[in-house]
């Protein structure tokens, strides 16, 4: 009797622990959602987007998923076409909120996109992770949304000091940015940063998006005798033809791309002398000499899968899903609200290094993430990391 | 002092003359194909866009991929987009010929249709096509590469043929005829659906040169084609539907006015100018400068 009562209780406490470990812990599915262009000229972003969220997920799932109390959710990406429009972003929120029940956004490509889909996921509390540039995308009225890529106001104050001790004789800075939201705001958010480290403010132009023959733009601009330019938000073609003809028009100041981010394709479009020194600081560089060891795992993942190694864009799309996994954890709750509040309070690992949230003097609210960034230099026809250099609120 | 502020002056001006040249010659060698089909089927092709991006896929493809001699693709280029043109021609055109709404669907539906279909074998990235002129030419102060140099006489040599084709050749006699008067024609025993098909395929062939020649100074993608097309549209609208010369006239306008519009106030203003210039031209000849009413 008191052997049948031992083995009894024996199985009964193994039954006990089984249930309540992990592996027969109730599965659900966290769907994260993300809109970006999928189509068009800038149709890569979505897709290295997509791609960079995926491989996250996929890490967290084969991990066995994300632990949130007693449940443990697999991680289920949602991407859409958000065609870089306002409209796109509206149409898209909508489908990921009321059709697909996302309960956060993790990343989001394009201002007008973030901000038109803002006007839904703040009144539904969907917790956002987005890359938009415009400062209107941040503040204390969109209290769920955090902004998980560097943009200028943030690269500025970091990259120029650096470029005016490279290059202390580069006075006359001539500022190229596209016709657009992300374009006038970038240039509202640079003037006054380059004015106060002393640059004087030559020409100031914007183009439309999808422009091939800059010709008569640059010939305006070399008019004003720059010996420095930044074309800053240019997208990667159309940047890579801008410093092909700033070079046919016989530029050979210093070239900054202050989001400049691949330039491998640069130097094919460009050709290798016309990419010879430009500067960029969103290379991503997560193969390079800087490179984090979690940058070089992952990257090494991705070329497996796509042939390539990761760059800014899927990097941040990467790092979103793994900021909100690593709050999710810490708030033990997917509740969206609480997982804010704690986004707000914590410090993050992410791809590059240690990262921060900041950007409460800048944006009125503290929802910026703050990570390194990698300075490369276009060299011989070859892309060389040549600084680490953190933003200022990390200390 | 003042003479070198003069020199420098008058370099700048050459500069952006040249500029505008440049541009409009680009310009020109897309409009001459859609002007050429509208001027005897009636029909405003949106997927002649798609023509000139096919071009520029083909020369990326033989140059980068295949290693053919720059020339030849230009000639394989307009060969095979040629025939694609002819193709299509026969099967979406033909049954809606001389109807100006239901070809204009037809090609739109085919413009997507062939980005789409290239976007999913092509992929979205940006792809670059190795120049064949590399090298600057400094003309009194002035810079242009050698590339657009060649663009721009391999236009002048593209518009001469054509003339002479439509001018002093029997065939060109037909498209002429056609152009006055579809049924006289006929009646004068014209082949219609053999000169239309030949004329759909050239104009395509000619869209697809302007997409070679532009491949190795511009990039190659899914979506180069949208650009061109509106500007080719804007020249066809200034110069007149259906010439020729309005296209050259046309094209060169339009250069000349998006180079100093942009100098002298700026990009989105000078494109502003190009759309003011045809709102005049509806206002005032609707024809156009060239055009017939």
């Known amino acids: ?395 | 002092m003042k003479r070198d502020i003069l020199v420098m002056d008058m370099t700048l001006l050459l500069q952006v003359t040249l500029n505008g040249l440049m541009l409009g010659m680009i310009y020109i060698v897309v409009a001459l194909g859609l002007t050429l089909i509208f001027s005897i089927m009636n029909v405003i092709n949106f997927a002649h866009g798609e023509m000139y991006m096919l071009g520029g896929l083909v020369a990326y493809y033989f140059s980068e991929q295949l290693q053919i001699p720059y020339m030849l693709i230009l000639v394989l280029a307009m060969i095979l987009v040629g025939v694609f043109g002819i193709v299509v021609e026969k099967i979406f055109f033909r049954p809606f010929r001389g109807e100006l709404l239901p070809a204009l669907i037809v090609s739109l539906g085919l413009s997507m249709t062939i980005q789409t279909l290239t976007l999913l074998n092509f992929g979205t990235e940006d792809q670059s096509v190795s120049t064949v002129f590399p090298g600057m030419i400094n003309f009194f102060g002035a810079l242009f590469s050698k590339e657009r140099l060649a663009i721009v006489i391999t236009c002048i040599v593209f518009i001469l043929l054509l003339y002479l084709l439509i001018q002093r050749s029997k065939i060109g006699c037909a498209i002429r005829a056609i152009a006055e008067d579809r049924e006289a024609a006929a009646l004068q025993g014209v082949n219609i659906d053999r000169i239309c098909s030949f004329t759909f395929g050239l104009g395509c062939a000619l869209a697809a040169a302007a997409g070679v020649l532009i491949a190795p100074v511009f990039y190659v993608n899914p979506y180069i084609g949208g650009l061109p097309l509106l500007k080719a549209f804007i020249i066809i609208i200034l110069g007149g539907m259906g010439s020729l010369l309005g296209a050259v006239v046309g094209g060169l306008i339009l250069g000349t006015v998006e180079s100093f519009g942009t100098f002298f106030l700026s990009v989105p203003a000078s494109n502003l100018l190009g759309f003011i210039i045809i709102i005049l031209m509806l206002l005032f000849k609707p024809s156009g400068l060239f055009g017939h009413e």
């Open chain 1, 1 to 395: 009797m008191k052997k049948r009562a031992t083995v009894f209780l024996g199985f009964f406490m193994t039954l006990v622990f089984a249930l309540s470990s992990p592996v027969f812990a109730e599965e659900k599915v966290l769907p994260l959602g993300l809109h970006a262009p999928m189509s068009g000229p800038a149709a890569s972003w979505g897709l290295n987007l997509m791609r960079g969220a995926e491989l996250r997920a996929e890490e967290i799932n084969n991990a066995g998923g994300l632990k949130v109390g007693t449940d443990i959710y697999k991680i289920k990406i949602i991407g859409y076409d958000n065609k870089y429009t306002a409209s796109g972003g509206t149409t898209a929120a909508n489908k990921l909120i009321y059709e697909d029940k996302v309960k956060y956004i993790v990343s989001i490509v394009g201002s007008a996109p973030t901000l038109a889909s803002q006007a839904i996921t703040e009144n539904e509390k969907v917790l956002t992770l987005h890359t938009a540039w415009s400062a209107e995308a941040m503040g204390k009225d969109k209290p769920y949304s955090f902004k998980s890529l560097l943009s200028p106001v943030e690269l500025v104050p970091v990259v120029y000091p650096w470029v005016k001790k490279k290059y202390p004789k580069a006075k006359r800075l001539a500022l190229l940015a596209p016709n657009d939201e992300t374009g006038k705001d970038e240039m509202k958010q640079t003037k006054p940063i380059v004015k106060s480290l002393g640059y004087e403010v030559v020409a100031e132009e914007y183009y439309n998006r999808g422009t091939t023959d800059f010709f008569p733009l640059l010939t305006k601009i070399m008019a004003q005798k720059p010996d420095m330019i930044d074309i800053d938000a240019a997208p990667m073609g159309e940047g890579a033809l801008i410093w092909k003809q700033l070079y046919e028009l016989g530029f050979r100041g210093v070239k900054l791309w202050l989001t400049g981010s691949n330039a491998a394709a640069l130097i094919k479009i460009a050709g290798k002398e016309a990419s010879e020194g430009v500067i960029m600081s969103l290379e991503g560089d997560c193969e390079g000499a800087y490179a984090t060891a979690r940058q070089k795992e992952a990257s090494k993942k991705f070329r497996e899968k796509h042939g390539e190694p990761m760059n800014f864009i899927t990097a941040a799309a990467y790092d979103g899903v793994w900021f909100l996994e690593q709050a999710i954890t810490k708030a033990k709750s997917i509740d969206t609200t609480k997982v804010r509040d704690t986004m707000e309070k914590m410090k993050f690992q992410s791809m590059a290094g240690e990262a921060v949230i900041g950007g409460e003097k800048t944006y009125g609210i503290k929802h910026q993430f703050l990570y390194p960034v990698v300075i490369t230099v276009v060299k011989d026809g070859k892309s060389v990391p040549v600084a680490k250099l953190k933003p200022l609120e990390i200390k």
